[in-house]
């Protein structure tokens, strides 16, 4: 295999980025409702007090080493709790509310992930990592 081009592998930072922070999202629905036997987590204040906030980090760092599209990264973690919601629970009837709820509170997470994006390349430079020589 011959060495990837410069889109390529910035591209391949980004979405192993992109899939590590939606995997946040996952993580704290099935963690905090299986925690306190929620049939969605965001109906307990663990959720609030370290799921959301754990969200907005994930979006940092995922701005932070992605060091681009700051608004598919400070979403993707709604995104995964989005999805992992709907596998749990096994209905959408209430999905248009969960996304537009999810948009809201989603907006904190993107301006986390401005803020990743800006430190990263400030720290880390405009090249993702894999770009590198």
């Avoid at 709790?81 to 969960?98: D, E, H, I, W």
């Amino acid at each position: 295999m011959g060495p990837m081009t410069k889109g390529q592998s910035g591209g391949a930072v980004f979405w192993l980025c992109f899939a590590a922070t939606a995997a946040v999202g996952v993580a704290v629905e099935i963690g905090i409702g299986q925690m306190v036997h929620e049939r969605e987590a965001w109906d307990s204040s663990y959720y609030w007090l370290f799921g959301l906030p754990a969200m907005i980090a994930g979006a940092f760092l995922g701005g932070f080493f992605a060091r681009r599209k700051p608004v598919l990264i400070g979403y993707a973690p709604f995104l995964g709790q989005l999805l992992a919601m709907v596998a749990k629970t096994g209905s959408g009837y209430m999905l248009p509310l969960g996304v537009f709820f999810m948009g809201v509170i989603g907006a904190c997470a993107v301006a986390a992930a401005f803020v990743g994006v800006l430190a990263g390349k400030r720290v880390l430079g405009t090249a993702p990592i894999a770009d590198r020589r």
